[in-house]
């Protein structure tokens, strides 16, 4: 641990250096895309919405062209970032709180028991009248939070909650839930492509309402999470090093979960269950910038939000006019740094 | 779990790739097996009608030898079931599977499973011919081990479905029958075909075709591709081979005039949906209010229905065309 004025030293300089990353990332995925627009004319469609700046603009372009740039493509992108952010931060608080390398946002069984949610609804074509198209992400953000809520209930013991018999209960519940998984999925007939192509997770299809709804959310987690990210670099180094520093380990143990697996219902619940994205990124940061988790959450937050785009963006434009599912891309590319992460090993930098 | 959820995609990718490759298999096979049609037809009718034993070359490129005329059929592939009992032989068949509807008294027939076929149940029913596809894969080379006649069919065009029909006429005895039930087939699609001919290139309407609710389409290759296109219509993603998942972009771009939905007979309100959704709402199609459902099972089953499904297709992008007859 150095002193707080090398951490804020790197975070200085290094917020902006991955935010611009992150702009460049954007411009270029709102300016490819299946459809032929060349880039004035996508500039100009975002310009003209964007308030004051655009309201004297005349539209030269064809109503499809705004709705393809405005419509679609902006949504997503945002959608992209606001996932990859959410799960990356999850990803790298079980890391820290969990003192296990390979956990990820979906390892305590969240996205486990949002998938048997969705499929569920997907299923029986189950729409509510009052959420509409929101039935399936809030049946999938309760059943992920009812899927923790038993794992956690499992692995307490005594009161007392050990990160071996947590991890242990999550692989048990994720285990049970796979089996009614397959049964579903066994039973389902036609249906069976809808389910699979949620559970491999997607952000095409997607429009500004469910923006709307999770930016204010992951926006607040984000900076509520940043205050406690002492506490975390206490939990990361053992129980006893925190017990002894002062942390309250089991209530702040409770919170970072309970936050992290927020973040990863709400993420999930939008977009399926996207992988690598919450394994990775931490890995990478940490292995770039040291084990401060004061550097690494904020850092996390934005390495995730441009991995995602990026990805993302090349899902839907490399044998366009077909889509790929994003889960190729995000393992395509991050299976291999996952390979050199393991000979890294060496120098045991976790 | 996470685990099981890749495999599970994976399965699912070798499924969409191996249709891919089926659609493009198709291409060069017919000729071939135009060819031993053909002749084994010619050497059939030369012989007397029933002449059994036949010999017939099957879609999976096995000689099968049928000794004498079957009285106890098997079908393990909706389309083949729609096929003998086009053929008038729905009183031989002993066996079908759940996903069997067509026609109603399939539904009072023994099942021998569904996608899963169950040996052990098509062995005990005893057996002289099953039809399978090419789809059943091991299923058919475990059946033939244990002796079972099996003739596997693999229509992917309308061609291939006419050859199919004469093929099963043969393996069971009813040539004349088949010949009478492709005649009538293509007299259906002569009169859609000079229905429609006379519509100049650009006014012919722009089709997309939605066979999943994540914008899966029916490229070149497959059945759907082959009846709207003879139907008249320009399938937008014809460039494509297979079932392709196609960005959302791209269909706003081309602008569809009608759009076609297969999954509507298990999906609630899809047309609906459809209409509803945001970014679609300046496409032709939608203002036009030309969002149809297609039933699934006369527009992809390759069976003498197949040119109803042509006929609704047609009707659907033409209408003013085929009420006046």
Redesign the interface.
């Known amino acids: 641990m150095k002193g707080p004025q090398n951490y804020s030293q790197k975070l200085m300089i290094w917020i902006p250096v991955l935010l611009i990353v992150l702009l460049l990332t954007v411009t270029i995925s709102i300016t490819i895309g299946s459809a032929d627009i060349d880039m004035m004319t996508v500039w100009l469609v975002i310009g003209s919405n964007i308030p004051f700046l655009g309201d004297g603009m005349e539209q030269t372009w064809k109503d499809s062209t705004e709705t393809i740039i405005w419509n679609i493509r902006m949504p997503r992108i945002i959608l992209g970032m606001l996932v990859g952010a959410a799960l990356a931060m999850a990803g790298a608080i079980y890391q820290g709180v969990l003192r296990n390398p390979l956990a990820d946002p979906f390892i305590l069984g969240v996205s486990s028991g949002s998938a048997l949610g969705a499929a569920l609804v997907l299923l029986f074509g189950f729409e509510s009248m009052v959420l509409g198209q929101f039935t399936l992400p809030v049946v999938a953000f309760g059943s992920g939070l009812l899927t923790l809520f038993v794992v956690y209930t499992l692995a307490r013991i005594n009161y007392r909650l050990q990160m071996e018999t947590l991890i242990l209960a999550g692989v048990v519940v994720q285990a049970f839930i796979a089996s009614m998984l397959s049964l579903i999925l066994a039973l389902s007939d036609e249906k069976m492509q809808t389910i699979m192509y949620w559970m491999m997770g997607s952000l095409s299809l997607t429009d500004w309402s469910y923006n709307r709804v999770i930016f204010p959310f992951v926006l607040l987690t984000i900076l509520f999470v940043t205050f406690l990210t002492r506490e975390l670099n206490m939990l990361a180094l053992g129980e006893e090093a925190a017990y002894h520093s002062g942390v309250s380990v089991q209530k702040v143990r409770l919170i970072l979960l309970v936050v992290a697996s927020l973040l990863t219902g709400v993420a999930v619940s939008v977009s399926g269950t996207i992988g690598f994205v919450g394994l990775i990124i931490p890995h990478m940061i940490r292995l770039l910038f040291g084990s401060d988790y004061r550097i690494i959450l904020p850092l996390s937050v934005l390495g995730g939000a441009i991995f995602l785009v990026g990805a993302d963006t090349i899902a839907r434009t490399i044998l366009e006019p077909r889509e790929l599912p994003i889960g190729i891309i995000t393992a395509f590319l991050g299976a291999p740094f996952f390979g050199y992460l393991l000979r890294k090993k060496k120098s045991n930098y976790f | 779990?996470?685990q099981?959820?890749?495999i599970?995609?994976l399965l699912?990718f070798i499924v969409l790739v191996s249709i891919g490759l089926l659609g493009c298999a198709s291409d060069d096979e017919p000729n071939q097996e135009e060819n031993t049609t053909e002749e084994s037809e010619n050497n059939q009718e030369a012989a007397s009608e029933s002449a059994f034993p036949v010999t017939i070359t099957d879609d999976s490129g096995e000689e099968v030898v049928i000794e004498e005329e079957p009285e106890r059929i098997i079908s393990v592939i909706p389309s083949a079931t729609e096929i003998i009992f086009g053929l008038d032989l729905g009183d031989k068949v002993v066996g079908v599977t759940d996903?069997d509807n067509y026609p109603e008294e399939v539904t009072e027939i023994e099942s021998v499973g569904?996608?899963e076929l169950n040996t052990e149940k098509i062995i005990s029913l005893e057996p002289d011919l099953v039809v399978a596809d090419v789809n059943n894969g091991e299923a058919i080379s475990q059946l033939r081990e244990h002796g079972v006649n099996v003739l596997v069919l693999g229509a992917q065009s309308l061609e291939e479905t006419y050859e199919d029909i004469q093929t099963v006429g043969k393996a069971t005895g009813a040539v004349e029958k088949a010949d009478e039930v492709v005649g009538s087939m293509k007299e259906d699609v002569e009169s859609v075909k000079s229905a429609v001919q006379d519509i100049p290139d650009d006014e012919r309407k722009t089709v997309w075709i939605e066979v999943?609710?994540?914008?899966?389409s029916a490229g070149s290759g497959t059945f759907l591709n082959e009846l709207v296109e003879t139907a008249g219509g320009k399938n937008i993603?014809s460039d494509?081979e297979g079932w392709?998942?196609?960005?959302?972009?791209?269909v706003?771009?081309a602008?569809p005039d009608v759009i076609f939905l297969t999954?509507a007979s298990?999906?609630?309100n899809a047309v609906q949906k459809v209409k509803d959704r945001?970014?679609w709402k300046?496409?032709t199609a939608i203002k036009d209010d030309q969002v149809y459902p297609l039933n699934s099972d006369i527009t992809e089953r390759a069976g003498p229905r197949i040119t109803e499904g042509l006929q609704m297709i047609a009707e659907n992008l033409y209408p003013e065309k085929f009420n006046q007859e």
Do not use: A, T, W
């Open positions: 779990m996470r099981g959820l890749r599970l995609g699912f996903n569904g996608l999943g609710e994540e914008l899966f993603i494509q392709p998942q196609v960005n959302e972009e791209e706003i771009q602008n999954y298990y999906v609630e945001e970014s300046d496409i």
